[in-house]
């Protein structure tokens, strides 16, 4: 199986607007009338890193521009002045559009170090903001839209006092129940059957109120030993649900990896590459702004048997690969795949 990387990557970059000068990466992508829209997680200075999402179009799926030059969802409209909204993943569901998010209260100050986790700092902020632990700690928000430009909220997916992110959405209902992946940081340990940040799933009737998850899937390889967690959204295939998950080992390196689960009971889990299928190998990918040595998908689309993997580069920006899904699902069933 060959992933192949896009010619022109990065195919898209900070710049233009001042909510966008220091860094976009990690975007949600859908296609829908025959074009692919990108919703951009970008932030406009990295002290503090105060992240929007702003929403472009393309007709090819490789050249973007911005649909408005204003962000279509800010951490100020749900109430979090200096907060953070981050890495969005999105899905159509009949005529309505859902977007799932990670909620920050308070953004933090990065600076970059160039060998690894940047070094940060809490600002300081009025009228308490920042002065509580909560104000820390990542949730997880479901928004709906009918046009990709306004959204509303819908629920909080996760408790507020954990970090809980890389919550995805399931395209369609799964016996009657929308269906929610997850990465609650904090469910690790003996009562949880973890030892390291794992994925698990909610349902709920109504988008609304959600059961309490269930764990599916935990680290297993040297590469994935620090966390793992889903990626992109899971696309139904005539085998399964293809699910792409990252995996974080000691030394923060961000890879890719794969999953087959079974699309009736999705905590079942058919086939699971027994190594990653994608490492940071350009210079893109190993150095920029922030975090090196990262690969993170979080939009694929499926067009004309083909999977495009939009993913965020160095915490810096927006890259795209491509593999045929027959080539995906061929790797993903070798004996040495299945479960």
């Known amino acids: 199986m060959n992933i192949t990387r896009h010619a022109e990557n990065p195919i898209v970059v900070p710049g233009l607007y001042d909510w966008r000068l220091a860094t976009v990466f990690n975007p949600a992508v859908i296609k829908d009338n025959g074009k692919t829209y990108?919703?951009?997680r970008t932030a406009g200075s990295l002290t503090p890193c105060k992240n929007y999402l702003g929403l472009l179009e393309s007709t090819d799926g490789v050249h973007f521009t911005h649909v408005v030059d204003t962000p279509v969802l800010t951490p100020d409209e749900l109430g979090f002045p200096y907060g953070s909204v981050q890495d969005p993943r999105m899905v159509k569901i009949e005529d309505t559009f859902y977007m799932t998010i990670a909620l920050r209260p308070c953004a933090m100050n990065?600076?970059?170090?160039?060998?690894g986790i940047p070094e940060r700092s809490i600002p300081t902020y009025p009228d308490g903001?920042?002065?509580?632990e909560g104000h820390w700690l990542t949730r997880s928000i479901l928004l709906s839209s009918k046009d990709l430009i306004h959204w509303e909220y819908v629920s909080t997916t996760?408790?507020?006092?954990?970090?809980?992110?890389?919550?995805i959405l399931f395209p369609e209902k799964i016996n009657g129940k929308y269906a929610l992946l997850r990465r609650p940081e904090e469910y690790i340990g003996e009562e949880y059957g973890t030892?390291?940040?794992?994925?698990?799933?909610?349902?709920?009737?109504?988008?609304?109120?959600?059961?309490?998850?269930?764990?599916?899937?935990?680290?297993e390889q040297e590469w994935e030993m620090k966390k793992i967690g889903s990626s992109t959204p899971p696309i139904r295939t005539e085998q399964g649900w293809l699910l792409f998950y990252h995996g974080v080992d000691q030394q923060t390196v961000?890879?890719?990896?794969?999953?087959?689960?079974?699309?009736?009971?999705?905590?079942?889990?058919?086939?699971?590459?027994?190594?990653?299928?994608?490492?940071p190998e350009t210079y893109y990918e190993k150095?920029?702004?922030?975090?090196?040595?990262?690969?993170?998908?979080?939009g694929c689309v499926l067009d004309e048997g083909i999977l495009h993997i939009y993913y965020g580069v160095t915490d810096t920006a927006i890259a795209l690969a491509t593999v045929p899904l027959d080539e995906m699902l061929e790797h993903l069933l070798e004996p040495s795949n299945r479960k």
Do not use: C
């Open 254 to 279: 961000y890879r890719l990896g794969a999953m087959l689960l079974d699309l009736e009971d999705p905590t079942k889990i058919l086939a699971r590459t027994s190594d990653f299928i994608m490492e």
């Open 38 to 40: 990108m919703i951009e």
């Open 110 to 115: 990065y600076y970059p170090t160039g060998t």
């Open 195 to 219: 030892e390291q940040a794992a994925i698990w799933i909610s349902y709920s009737d109504d988008l609304k109120t959600w059961e309490d998850p269930v764990l599916f899937a935990k680290a």
């Open 287 to 298: 150095f920029g702004y922030q975090i090196p040595n990262v690969i993170f998908p979080t």
């Open 129 to 132: 903001w920042g002065e509580e």
């Open 158 to 167: 996760t408790p507020l006092e954990i970090n809980d992110r890389n919550n």
